[in-house]
Nanobody, 120 residues
């Protein structure tokens, strides 16, 4: 089992910044892709950004140039630096990791979510 703990959400004014963190713990063999998703009320959960174990990144078009995803493999942690926040960025942000076990099976794990509120 892998547990994920997220932190860093909160209330910020439009144009402001927040940094989200997600740390994995438990029976970790290998963490492959790590990423952030978000879900606003009445909308489907969507990918914000993800990063491979090798550091390759992928971003939703809506956040390109404003958000930066990074990871610290030694700390089993993924970060999301969010700059120039807009009211439409407000959502619950979820961390997701793809864990590869010693038997080479893969399983997705999700964090509990952290609320990001952007005041206009």
């Amino acid at each position: 089992q892998v547990q994920l703990v997220e932190s860093g959400g909160g209330l910020v004014q439009a144009g402001g910044s927040l940094r989200l963190s997600c740390t994995a713990s438990g029976s970790i063999f290998r963490l492959n892709a790590m990423g952030w998703y978000r879900q606003a009320p009445g909308k489907q959960r969507e990918l914000v950004a993800d990063i491979t174990s090798g550091g390759s990144t992928n971003y939703a078009d809506s956040v390109k140039g404003r958000f930066t995803i990074s990871r610290d493999n030694a700390k089993n942690t993924v970060y999301l630096q969010m700059n120039a926040l807009k009211p439409e960025d407000a959502a619950v942000y979820y961390c997701k990791v793809v864990h590869r076990s010693i038997t080479l099976s893969s399983r997705n794990y999700w964090g509990q979510g952290t609320q990001v509120t952007v005041a206009s």
